[in-house]
């Protein structure tokens, strides 16, 4: 796929264009601000599954804006609005639209974005947009094809009018060029929409997923591992906004395991917004359970105490549900048996998002969002410090009861949650 130049213009819409959007402007008068200062250069953002929501989509829309406001805002002054399933981004004087478009791929709820110029409703405009805007692109390219989309009805032109009118246009301006509808080098699509028309190369893939925000909050038990970070991230992408926890074992555990969780944390608020960890001590109750349970058990009630924990934070925390990376079978202490066991002790759902996927997949998942290599950093989680090389596959949840009668459950967990 030929790679797109774009060629930057600060121009405003013309006069002649404001006269022919005058009925359109009396209907949605709040849109004439817009249609003034609209820039010639914006970003075309396409909604994913929030158009299928019915009553609620104005909901869903709404954070979308709201997050991809938040995400853009340290590269300038942007004005971002919501039409026709479409959302705009203009870059306002300065603002760097470049590094928008990049930090846009990562935002839940696009399932494409492209760099778009726009202009006139009308076919010679679109032509000499076509030129200036991808006029680099096709003297580099051999073969070419045009695509069009009319979202506005009104327009005098089928959409296969306008793409042979526009495509014989641009063959005659660059006449090296092939048209080749099947396998072109580069595609130029054309969108005819309400307020003006766009001209834009191949779009490219968006995070897709829903907005951060509207599937509620989750507490997410985040090690240092490899398959956390990809369950968080799973979540986040079906709305979960997220607060993450993190139990670590000084002096077992380094103070480097802590900075690898705040890294995988900074990797993920990429896609989630900012992330605050909770880290919460987590030698004492080890060492407690160390002490008074058989060794085949000392993982399933560790398991069992950070879910208590965890469940207790999620609710300050105004959480519905607790996520987890386990997977089913992946190690001996992560067998149906176990999980139920571990699950008995808290009310609140336990989200698993990677029960049943292979390692390979989540290894390669975690390469793709960019956790792989922190997680993949030596240093030790209190897991691996505490928990025996055989723990029991079966545990029996009458057995985990008896050695938890052992245990000052309440005060172990009061006095974890006061001592960060
Ligand atoms: P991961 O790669 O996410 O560490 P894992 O395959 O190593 O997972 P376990 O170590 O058994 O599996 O942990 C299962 C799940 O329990 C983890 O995915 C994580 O959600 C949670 N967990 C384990 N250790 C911690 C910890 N120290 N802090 C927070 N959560 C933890
Ligand atoms: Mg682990």
């Known amino acids: 796929m030929a790679m797109v130049a774009h060629k930057k213009s600060s121009k405003t819409a013309s006069h002649a264009t404001i006269q022919k959007l005058q009925p359109l402007v009396k209907k949605y008068f709040f849109l004439y601000a817009i249609i003034l200062t609209m820039s010639n250069d914006i970003i075309l953002l396409k909604q994913g599954e929030i158009i299928l929501k019915g009553q609620n989509r104005r909901e869903f829309e709404k954070r979308l804006l709201e997050n991809i406001k938040r995400r853009i805002s340290p590269f300038g002054k942007f004005k971002v609005y919501a039409m026709q399933s479409a959302v705009y981004i203009e870059p306002q004087d300065g603002s760097d639209i470049d590094e928008a478009f990049e930090a846009l791929k990562t935002v839940f709820g696009a399932v494409s974005l492209t760099r778009a110029a726009a202009c006139e409703k009308n076919k010679d405009a679109i032509v000499r947009e076509a030129e200036a805007y991808l006029g680099e692109t096709l003297k580099s390219v051999s ?68 907005p951060i925000g509207t599937g509620g909050k989750m507490a997410t038990l985040l090690s240092g591992g490899i398959d956390s970070p990809v369950a968080s991230y799973m979540m986040a992408k079906r709305g979960a906004s997220l607060v993450p926890i993190h139990f670590y074992s000084h002096p077992y555990t380094s103070e480097q395991a802590k900075e690898k969780v705040a890294a995988l944390a900074r990797k993920l608020s990429d896609y989630c917004g900012r992330l605050r960890v909770e880290f919460v001590p987590f030698t004492r109750i080890s060492e407690e359970i160390r002490k008074k349970s058989p060794d085949g058990y000392v993982t399933v009630i560790m398991r069992r105490f950070m879910l208590r924990i965890a469940e207790r934070i ?18 001996a202490s992560q067998t149906a048996e176990a999980l139920i066991a571990a699950d008995e002790c808290v009310s609140m759902p336990i989200f698993r998002p990677l029960i049943a996927f292979d390692k390979i997949d989540i290894m390669n998942k975690a390469r793709e969002i960019g956790t792989f290599d922190i997680s993949s950093l030596p240093f030790e989680d209190c897991c691996t410090v505490f928990t025996p090389k055989k ?25 974890a949650l006061v001592n960060p």
Request: aromatic letters at 6%.
């Open 143 to 210: 073969s070419f094809k045009v695509e069009s989309k009319r979202a506005d009805k009104s327009f005098p032109m089928s959409s296969i009018e306008l793409s042979q009118y526009v495509g014989g246009a641009l063959h005659a301006i660059f006449p090296h060029l092939t048209p080749d509808m099947h396998s072109p080098e580069l595609t130029i699509f054309i969108e005819v929409r309400d307020l003006a028309a766009y001209v834009h190369g191949p779009a490219q893939r968006g995070a897709g997923g829903l």
């Open 314 to 331: 999620a609710k300050n925390h105004g959480c519905s549900a607790i996520i987890t990376g386990d997977n089913l079978g992946q190690v």
């Open 391 to 415: 723990p029991r596959t079966k545990p029996r949840l009458s057995e985990v009861l008896t050695i938890e009668a052992t245990l000052d459950i309440d005060a172990l967990i009061e006095d």
